[in-house]
Each structure stands twice: as C-alpha cells, then as structure tokens.
C-alpha cells in the first residue's frame, strides 16, 4: 500500500485559519496554534455580540423615544402605555426614527398618548 501524505489537506486547513485571522496581532495570525486559539476565541465573542448588538441597539431607541417623549410633556413609560391602550403598533425602531427625523409626527403621536392614557 503506498505511502499517504497528507500535505495538501494540512495546507487547505491552515490557510483556511490563515485567511481568516488575518489582521490579527503579531503570531495570532501567522503561528497555526495561536491563530487557531484566537479565531476560535473571537468567533465566540462574534456570536455573544450579535446577540448584545441587539439588546444596545433597543436601549439606544428607548433613550431616543424618552427624550423626545420628554420634550412633549411625558416620560416613556407613559409614552408607551398611551400607544397601546390607542392600540398604535409601532415599534420601538420606527418611534426613535420619528423622534430623530420627524418630530412633528412624534408629537402627534405624543398628543394621541397623552389623550388615550388619561382616559
């Protein structure tokens, strides 16, 4: 039976690490062991972020829609619970980017709030 290298496959699999540690700092992206050891690392962090990018980008918006809230006579809590009892099913995205963008139609938005939560 002939002799099996296996060169060519080793080669695939560390140019594969190579490829995508490249940008890392000093062996992390040259030596196969440390590379191997940083990409596996940083592609745990990768997936736990993607999960935290979700949860800052939410505190971002509710920040937003509480200062705009505030600008027209309420805070966010009261803010929120006027939409819902007003049964206006917008999300939490589209009323930041009214806050930012169109402050006239938050405002009306603000005054449909106030009206429905003092009922």
């Given at each position: 039976?002939?002799?099996?290298?296996?060169?060519?496959?080793?080669?695939?699999?560390?140019?594969?690490?190579?490829?995508?540690?490249?940008?890392?700092?000093?062996?992390?992206?040259?030596?196969?062991?440390?590379?191997?050891?940083?990409?596996?690392?940083?592609?745990?962090?990768?997936?736990?972020?993607?999960?935290?990018?979700?949860?800052?980008?939410?505190?971002?918006?509710i920040s937003r829609?509480?200062?705009?809230?505030?600008?027209?006579?309420?805070?966010?809590?009261?803010?929120?619970?006027?939409?819902?009892?007003?049964?206006?099913?917008?999300?939490?995205?589209?009323?930041?980017?009214?806050?930012?963008?169109?402050?006239?139609?938050?405002?009306?938005?603000?005054?449909?709030?106030?009206?429905?939560?003092?009922?």
């Amino acid at each position: 039976m002939p002799r099996v290298k296996g060169a060519i496959i080793t080669k695939k699999r560390k140019r594969k690490i190579f490829k995508m540690t490249k940008g890392y700092w000093g062996g992390k992206k040259n030596l196969y062991r440390h590379a191997k050891e940083q990409l596996e690392k940083s592609l745990q962090y990768a997936y736990r972020d993607r999960k935290v990018k979700k949860r800052m980008f939410r505190s971002l918006w509710i920040s937003r829609i509480n200062a705009a809230a505030r600008l027209n006579g309420l805070t966010y809590s009261r803010f929120i619970a006027g939409l819902k009892k007003a049964k206006v099913g917008i999300n939490r995205k589209l009323l930041a980017d009214l806050a930012v963008n169109d402050s006239s139609a938050f405002s009306y938005l603000a005054d449909l709030a106030k009206a429905s939560y003092n009922e």
